[in-house]
């Protein structure tokens, strides 16, 4: 008797439903993405207790007719793949044809809709049919998934915490959201709206309704292509970061994905803005043929292999790095609301005589003396545009320092306002343009050594700088194997280390190339030239007079971008005017001069 028999196919799709439904979200995911392949230009989402007693929904498209919406609960039923072409030539979300019979194996689906000729309902519990019937001509999919593994309860304990399910889901109707600004979304939970978008095909304005206008107010627009891939999208100013990598949303031809490299690309155009292991906000939408993407890698169809990444991976860097360099950040001490400013100065006439009425004030309540016009926002820097004039090259207007407070922070002033510098990050930035200037025009002077470096590592070490000698060599250093495990160092170059500390340099360098994991010459190169432009720079505590102040601040003015040190924190903060003037309540003063 045979041992090998062919599957039930009930028992089947329950096994395929372990990799295709992992949690609640994927639900939701497969049931989005077969609405938007229907061509809905509205899709309502509604659950009840996350989606563990129901998920509904309901969408505008096409839909189905009486034997279609029977035969879409059959394993490998499909309409968007017909032959072995098609599979390299993916245009839908979907394709697989697994989602419904994976779905309704494990669960109670009803499914109600109409081609605007006839209308069914199909019923199935556990995957079986249990009942058909004839419904309303209203246009249109609406389907109910209940009890999710009622049938199943080994997956059932899986799903512990609600909270993190319901992040998940509105994450990914978010990311739909951005993806498709041309759709309304809505997205409810137990009746509370999570999301509401209105389908007019803003992308800022979804932006501004699932990240708020704080955000929304700082996104840059970019737009560019190469002959295999256009992208466009938006960006963050660098002030608006985050923790983790949710808020950078990669969209391929439509499809939400997660690719490390593209974030990796992301994350290094923006090094020099933000501090490491914080990540920008951005939407950033890629146009390709659909044969350059291999979207059948796994069932969840998140994760898609690029042809010609590197061709896709130069156009992100080079388009971020371009589009962040067009404008200027000068972070600003504190911010008010967007009124105008005759709305503003009004208010104040306003509070003013207010304050007349008022002849004690109560030093216990501090919080009365400030009206709502005249209050902080919680965020306490932000970003200022400012535009560049064809009066001067540089991009900050002549400081003239005045102070130094806790041997750190240079005070300098101009007719705009007054401005904290971070001496060392000034510094540091100074230092690391001129040595990256010197170095690329090879201005670095070899300096041979009277007597060699002896650098000794492991063996798994050894093998590794052995291999990069080549870059070493770029840098301007003369290195020789010597011995076991050992290095010679016979010449350096003055870029990179200073006089009487060759040997700590030289090493700093050399475990700086062991620590690059997934090495990029170019990563390299920048990140040796910062750490080489921190070591030579002053620091805090460190005294320096106001004419050096001075020639600290007149060298920043010249650097290409002097808001930021290379390792991302900023090197300036203004106060303007205005916003002192408004601090003291003296702007009515200013006002009429």
Same mark, same amino acid.
């Given at each position: 008797?045979?041992?090998?028999?062919?599957?039930?196919? =009930?028992?089947?799709?329950?096994?395929?439903?372990?990799?295709?439904?992992?949690?609640?979200?994927?639900?939701?995911?497969?049931?989005?993405?077969?609405?938007?392949?229907?061509?809905?230009?509205?899709?309502?989402?509604?659950?009840?207790?996350?989606?563990?007693?129901?998920?509904?929904?309901? +969408?505008?498209?096409?839909?189905?007719?009486?034997?279609?919406?029977?035969?879409?609960?059959?394993?490998?039923?499909?309409?968007?793949?017909?032959?072995? /072409?098609?599979?390299?030539?993916?245009?839908?979300?979907?394709?697989?044809?697994?989602?419904? @019979?994976?779905?309704?194996? *494990?669960?109670?689906?009803?499914?109600?809709?109409?081609?605007?000729?006839?209308?069914? =309902? *199909?019923?199935?519990?556990?995957?079986?049919?249990?009942?058909?019937?004839?419904?309303?001509?209203?246009?249109?999919?609406?389907?109910?998934?209940?009890?999710?593994?009622?049938?199943? @309860?080994?997956?059932?304990?899986?799903?512990?915490?609600?909270?993190?399910?319901?992040?998940?889901?509105?994450?990914?109707?978010?990311?739909?959201?951005?993806?498709?600004? /041309?759709?309304?979304?809505?997205?409810?939970?137990?009746?509370?709206?999570?999301?509401?978008?209105?389908?007019?095909?803003?992308?800022? !304005?979804?932006?501004?309704?699932?990240?708020?206008?704080?955000?929304?107010? %700082?996104?840059?627009?970019?737009?560019?292509?190469?002959?295999?891939? %256009?992208?466009?999208?938006?960006?963050?100013?660098?002030?608006?970061?985050?923790?983790? !990598?949710?808020?950078?949303?990669?969209?391929?031809?439509?499809?939400?994905?997660?690719?490390?490299?593209?974030?990796?690309?992301?994350?290094?155009? &923006?090094?020099?803005?933000?501090?490491?292991?914080?990540?920008?906000?951005?939407?950033? /939408?890629?146009?390709?043929?659909?044969?350059?993407?291999?979207?059948?890698?796994?069932?969840?169809?998140?994760?898609?292999?690029?042809?010609?990444?590197?061709?896709?991976?130069?156009?992100?860097?080079?388009?971020?790095?371009?589009?962040?360099?067009?404008?200027?950040?000068?972070?600003?001490?504190?911010?008010?609301?967007?009124?105008?400013?005759?709305? =503003?100065?009004?208010?104040?006439?306003?509070?003013?005589? $207010?304050?007349?009425?008022?002849?004690?004030?109560?030093?216990?309540? *501090?919080?009365?003396?400030?009206?709502?016009?005249?209050? &902080?926002? $919680?965020?306490?820097?932000?970003?200022?545009?400012?535009?560049?004039?064809?009066?001067?090259?540089?991009?900050?207007?002549?400081?003239?320092?005045?102070?130094?407070?806790?041997?750190?922070?240079?005070?300098?002033? /101009?007719? +705009?306002?007054?401005?904290?510098?971070?001496?060392?990050?000034?510094?540091?930035?100074?230092?690391?343009?001129?040595?990256?200037?010197?170095?690329?025009?090879?201005?670095?002077?070899?300096? @041979?050594?009277?007597?060699?470096?002896?650098?000794?590592?492991?063996?798994?070490?050894?093998?590794?700088?052995?291999?990069?000698?080549?870059?070493?060599?770029?840098?301007?250093?003369?290195?020789?194997?010597?011995? $076991?495990?050992?290095?010679? *160092?016979?010449?350096?170059?003055?870029?990179?280390?200073?006089?009487?500390?060759?040997?700590?340099?030289?090493?700093?360098?050399?475990?700086?190339?062991? %620590?690059?994991?997934?090495?990029?010459?170019?990563?390299?190169?920048?990140?040796? =030239?910062?750490?080489?432009?921190?070591?030579?720079?002053?620091?805090?505590?460190?005294?320096?007079?106001?004419?050096?102040?001075?020639?600290?601040?007149?060298?920043?003015?010249?650097?290409?971008?002097?808001?930021?040190?290379?390792?991302?924190?900023?090197?300036?903060?203004?106060?303007?005017?205005?916003?002192?003037?408004?601090?003291?309540?003296?702007?009515?003063?200013?006002?009429?001069?």
């Amino acid at each position: 008797m045979s041992k090998i028999k062919v599957m039930d196919e =009930v028992l089947a799709n329950k096994i395929a439903a372990g990799e295709v439904i992992e949690k609640l979200m994927n639900v939701v995911k497969e049931l989005t993405e077969n609405s938007l392949d229907a061509g809905a230009t509205e899709i309502k989402i509604e659950l009840v207790d996350t989606g563990l007693k129901l998920i509904k929904v309901t +969408d505008n498209g096409v839909g189905m007719t009486p034997d279609d919406a029977v035969l879409a609960f059959s394993r490998h039923a499909t309409s968007k793949c017909k032959s072995i /072409n098609d599979l390299f030539n993916i245009e839908s979300l979907g394709f697989r044809g697994e989602a419904l @019979p994976s779905i309704a194996s *494990v669960s109670k689906v009803r499914l109600k809709t109409s081609d605007g000729v006839k209308g069914s =309902v *199909v019923t199935l519990e556990g995957g079986e049919n249990i009942h058909e019937e004839a419904s309303d001509l209203v246009k249109g999919t609406s389907i109910e998934v209940r009890d999710i593994f009622y049938n199943t @309860p080994v997956r059932l304990k899986y799903i512990k915490n609600l909270y993190s399910e319901l992040a998940s889901i509105t994450e990914y109707v978010d990311k739909m959201a951005l993806s498709y600004p /041309n759709v309304k979304f809505i997205l409810t939970n137990n009746d509370k709206v999570l999301l509401n978008t209105d389908g007019n095909g803003n992308l800022l !304005k979804v932006i501004y309704e699932i990240y708020g206008k704080n955000i929304a107010s %700082k996104m840059i627009e970019f737009k560019e292509e190469n002959e295999d891939y %256009k992208i466009s999208g938006y960006i963050s100013y660098p002030e608006c970061y985050r923790a983790t !990598k949710n808020a950078i949303n990669v969209f391929v031809n439509g499809r939400a994905i997660k690719n490390n490299e593209i974030i990796r690309v992301i994350v290094d155009a &923006y090094h020099t803005y933000i501090h490491a292991g914080k990540y920008p906000v951005v939407i950033l /939408n890629i146009e390709t043929d659909p044969v350059l993407v291999d979207c059948n890698v796994h069932p969840t169809k998140m994760d898609i292999k690029f042809s010609k990444m590197d061709t896709l991976k130069d156009l992100i860097y080079n388009t971020f790095s371009d589009t962040l360099k067009k404008i200027v950040f000068i972070p600003e001490a504190s911010v008010r609301s967007d009124s105008s400013l005759e709305e =503003v100065i009004k208010n104040d006439v306003e509070d003013k005589e $207010e304050e007349k009425k008022e002849n004690v004030i109560d030093l216990n309540n *501090v919080e009365e003396i400030n009206d709502d016009d005249t209050k &902080y926002e $919680e965020s306490p820097v932000q970003l200022k545009l400012v535009e560049d004039t064809n009066e001067s090259p540089y991009k900050i207007k002549k400081m003239i320092p005045r102070g130094i407070v806790y041997k750190t922070y240079i005070i300098a002033e /101009n007719e +705009d306002g007054m401005y904290l510098i971070d001496q060392h990050a000034a510094a540091e930035r100074v230092n690391y343009e001129k040595t990256m200037k010197k170095f690329l025009n090879h201005e670095g002077v070899a300096v @041979p050594l009277l007597v060699p470096i002896s650098l000794e590592y492991p063996k798994s070490d050894f093998i590794i700088l052995k291999s990069k000698l080549d870059v070493l060599s770029e840098l301007g250093f003369v290195v020789e194997e010597f011995g $076991e495990n050992t290095f010679v *160092v016979r010449e350096h170059s003055s870029l990179f280390v200073r006089d009487g500390h060759e040997k700590e340099d030289t090493a700093k360098i050399f475990d700086i190339l062991l %620590k690059e994991k997934n090495f990029d010459e170019k990563k390299f190169i920048d990140h040796t =030239v910062a750490t080489t432009a921190c070591r030579m720079s002053i620091k805090a505590n460190d005294y320096i007079t106001l004419s050096e102040a001075e020639y600290v601040l007149d060298e920043l003015r010249k650097c290409d971008q002097p808001f930021n040190c290379p390792h991302g924190r900023p090197t300036i903060i203004t106060f303007t005017k205005y916003e002192l003037e408004k601090m003291f309540k003296r702007v009515l003063d200013w006002w009429k001069t």
